[in-house]
């Protein structure tokens, strides 16, 4: 079945840099763009940008320009999520949630997401 | 960006009751719409897309309805696995945004 898994939680110092996977399994990998969203304790759900994994464009939200960083390896059927400069309001669930590279159809499979705990 | 409005933010109901979520978008968005169930500690799961196509596997008491710049997701029959937190997004444009959800809580 379609599935994307997630690396386990980490725990970040501010400053630190922080890389979360996402592998993609039962379907073929370049056919879902992915996208990254994240969910601070109590809060809504926040998008973070997407990635096309059969080329890996990527388009990112204006907040997390210049800290963040989403790459894939084709190889692995992975896709990795980089965020720099860590602060405490990044503290949250992280999700990878995969959608039909035509976007007409929402984001129809998502991972179990990735908590990261940012503190001194 | 489109700003995406839930209200209320929460909501009690009991089982067996009809329920309505509104979701308002700040500009037209056609259809391009999809609504979220999130229960706590969990993945949001795919309810509702083109504002009103159900998901394959998503039981017919939930139904979308909706066009331009108001939405609203309809739960009929309350079920008790149904007490969630519901979130809209907008995907006519980039950045998607999402509501910032409605809990529905057992009254």
């Known amino acids: 079945q379609v599935q994307l898994v997630q690396s386990g939680a980490e725990v970040k110092k501010p400053g630190a840099s922080v890389k979360v996977s996402c592998k993609a399994s039962g379907y073929t990998f370049t056919s879902y763009y992915i996208h990254w969203v994240r969910q601070a304790p109590g809060q809504g759900l926040e998008w973070m940008g997407i990635i096309n994994p059969s080329g890996g464009s990527t388009s990112y939200a204006q907040k997390f320009q210049g800290r963040v960083t989403m790459t894939r390896d084709t190889s692995t059927s992975t896709v990795y999520m980089e965020l720099s400069s860590l602060r405490s309001e990044d503290t949250a669930v992280y999700f990878c949630?995969?959608?039909?590279?035509?976007?007409?159809?929402?984001?129809?499979?998502w991972g179990q997401g990735t908590t990261v705990t940012v503190s001194s | 960006a489109i700003r995406m409005t839930q209200s209320p933010s929460s909501l009690s109901a009991s089982t067996g009751d009809t329920v309505t979520i509104p979701c308002r978008a700040s500009?037209?968005?056609?259809?391009?719409l999809a609504w979220y169930q999130q229960k706590p500690g969990k993945a949001p799961k795919l309810l509702i897309y083109?504002?009103?196509t159900l998901q394959s596997g998503v039981p017919s008491r939930f139904s979308g309805s909706g066009s331009g710049t108001d939405f609203t997701l309809t739960i009929s029959s309350l079920q008790s696995e149904d007490f969630a937190t519901y979130y809209c997004?907008?995907?006519?444009?980039?950045?998607?945004?999402f509501g910032q959800g409605t809990k529905v809580e057992i009254k």
């Open positions: 083109a504002a009103s």
């Open positions: 949630a995969g959608a039909d590279s035509s976007g007409l159809y929402g984001l129809d499979v």
């Open positions: 997004q907008q995907y006519y444009n980039y950045p998607p945004t």
């Open positions: 500009q037209g968005i056609s259809s391009y």
